[in-house]
C-alpha cells in the first residue's frame, strides 16, 4: 500500500479514536490480547522465519534475543495489554480551570497527540506495546519495523486488526508498512500532512537518521549507556547482584548496564570479587590502567570504551578517586538514560540523585527496572531521553497533548 493511503486511513481512523469511549477502548484491548494468545502458534512460526534469517546473517546474539519470540514472551506482550487496560484513561481529563476577570471560565483538557509514526527494529513485543498505549490514549500508530522482523510484525499486527475488525472498530488504528527499504522509511518521516508525532526506537544509527531527516516532530529514545557507580561504602554482596543483574539479565535492551565507575579505594578488594562474577556469563571486562592492576584478565579500554553501549557481554571499568568524578564521567559519557550508585551513604546517596543528569537515576538497585511496565504504566511507547514533551519511559500521559476549553456567556473583546 501507497504511503499516502496509509496516512489518510490513518487520518480516517483518527476521527473514531478521537472520540472512543473509555469502555469500548478497554473491551477492544482485552480482545487484542486474547487474540494475540490465541494466534500464538502463527506469531511463533512468523518469528521462526526472521530467527532464522538472523542467524543466517550472522546477527549478534544480543539482537537474536531482542527479536525472539517466545510463548512466554506472547504472554507477557498480553499481560502488558491487559495491565494497560486497569489504567485511567487520560483521555478528557479536565487539569484546570479558572475564572477570568471578565467571566470567562478557561481551562485545559486531555486530547490525543492525533496519528503517531513509529520507526523501530528488531523488536516485535513493540510492535503490541505501542498499539495497546496508543489505542488507550486515543491515537492512532504507524508502524514502520526492520526487515528483520518484517514476518513477526505483519503476524502481530494482523492478529491485532482482526480482534479489532470484530468489535466493529477500525483495523486501520493500527498500520504496518511492509515495506522496509530505506527510501520508504525516509519518505514516512516526511508524512507530516498525516502524521502528527514520530518517535524512533532502535540504536544509534536509526534514531541519529529519524532526528536528522525527518520534518514530522520527533520524540527521541536513545541509547542507553547506562552506568553503575561503586561507592567506598559499597555493600559489596549487594554491588555484585546488581551489577550482574543489570549486566546479564539481558544484554540487549538499552536499560542493561554497559558501565562501571569504582571507588578507588575499593578497586584493589571489589574487582577480584566483580571479575569471578561476572566470568559466570563470560562478561569481558574492559578497564582503565587501575582496574587491570586489582585484577587478572581484564581488558585495556580505549577511550572509545567509555561512550559505548555494547549490547553484548562486555562492560567497562573506570576508577575515581571520589563522587564528584564518578558524577562529572557520569554526566560526560552518559546517553541520557539510566545511573545508578550502590553506596550506604546517605549524602552521596542524594548527591547523585541531584547532579546525575539522566532520565532515571538509582539508589541501590538495577538499571533493568526503567521500563514502563516496572514503573506500572503497562507496555511503554520507548524512553525518552530527551528532555522536551517526554522524559524516561512513555506511558499514556506522555502520548497526550491538551486543548484550552473556554465557557462564556456573550463575552467579546474591547
Known amino acids: 500500500m501507497e504511503l499516502i493511503e496509509i496516512g489518510k486511513l490513518a487520518k480516517e481512523a483518527e476521527t473514531t479514536m478521537r472520540c472512543l469511549e473509555t469502555a469500548k477502548k478497554n473491551e477492544a484491548l482485552l480482545a487484542v490480547a486474547d487474540q494475540l494468545v490465541a494466534d500464538q502458534e502463527d506469531l511463533i512460526a512468523a518469528n521462526e522465519l526472521d530467527m532464522q534469517a538472523g542467524r543466517e546473517n550472522g546477527m549478534h546474539q544480543g539482537l537474536l534475543d531482542r527479536l525472539l519470540l517466545t510463548k512466554e514472551r506472547i504472554e507477557q506482550m498480553a499481560l502488558g495489554i491487559r495491565q494497560v487496560v486497569d489504567l485511567e484513561d487520560p483521555i478528557g481529563e479536565v487539569i484546570s480551570m479558572k475564572k477570568r476577570p471578565n467571566g470567562l471560565m478557561i481551562g485545559q483538557k486531555r486530547v490525543p497527540l492525533g496519528v503517531i509514526g513509529i520507526i523501530y527494529e528488531s523488536r516485535p513485543n513493540v510492535t503490541a506495546d505501542a498499539f495497546a498505549l496508543c489505542f488507550k490514549s486515543g491515537n492512532v500508530v504507524i508502524l514502520k519495523g526492520g526487515s528483520d522482523a518484517i514476518h513477526s510484525n505483519i503476524a502481530i499486527v494482523k492478529s491485532i486488526q482482526k480482534a479489532l475488525a470484530a468489535k466493529g472498530l477500525p483495523a486501520t488504528a493500527i498500520q504496518l508498512i511492509e515495506d522496509t527499504s530505506r527510501e520508504t522509511a525516509a519518505a514516512f518521516m516526511k508524512l507530516n500532512q498525516y502524521v502528527d508525532v ?4 532502535g540504536g544509534a544509527g536509526l534514531i541519529q ?7 514530522i516532530p520527533v520524540i527521541e529514545t536513545g541509547t542507553g549507556n547506562c552506568h553503575i ?5 559499597a555493600d559489596f554482596h549487594m554491588a555484585l547482584d546488581v551489577i550482574f543483574n543489570a549486566k546479564t539479565q539481558r544484554i540487549g535492551v538499552c536499560n542493561a548496564c554497559e558501565s562501571l565507575v569504582i571507588h578507588e579505594k575499593i578497586v584493589d578488594e571489589f574487582m577480584p ?3 569471578k562474577r561476572l566470568a559466570e556469563k563470560q562478561v569481558e571486562i574492559r578497564g582503565d590502567e587501575r582496574a587491570c592492576s586489582a585484577a587478572d584478565g581484564i581488558m585495556k579500554a580505549t577511550p572509545e570504551d567509555w561512550g559505548t553501549e555494547y549490547l553484548d557481554y562486555i562492560i567497562s571499568a573506570k576508577t575515581v578517586a571520589n563522587i564528584d568524578e564518578a558524577i562529572a564521567h557520569i554526566n560526560r559519557y552518559n546517553t541520557g538514560h539510566s545511573e545508578a550508585i550502590i553506596t550506604e551513604n546517605y549524602t552521596n546517596a542524594q548527591k547523585f540523585l541531584e547532579e546525575v543528569d539522566a532520565a532515571a537515576v538509582y539508589v541501590n538497585a538495577s538499571t533493568r527496572f526503567t521500563d514502563g511496565f516496572e514503573f506500572g504504566f503497562g507496555a511503554e511507547i520507548g524512553i ?3 528532555k522536551l514533551h517526554a522524559r524516561g519511559p512513555m506511558g499514556l500521559l506522555a502520548l497526550t497533548s491538551t486543548k484550552y476549553i473556554i465557557y462564556g456567556n456573550g463575552q467579546i473583546r474591547k
Not at 514520530?198 to 526506537?201: E, K, S, T, V
Not at 537518521?209 to 520534518?215: E, G, I, K, R, S
Not at 557507580?229 to 561504602?233: A, G, I, K, L, M
Open 198 to 201: 514520530l518517535i524512533p526506537r
Open 209 to 215: 537518521a529519524v532526528v536528522n531527516q525527518a520534518t
Open 229 to 233: 557507580f561503586v561507592d567506598e561504602s
Open 384 to 386: 525518552s531521553t530527551q
Open 273 to 275: 570479587l566483580l571479575k
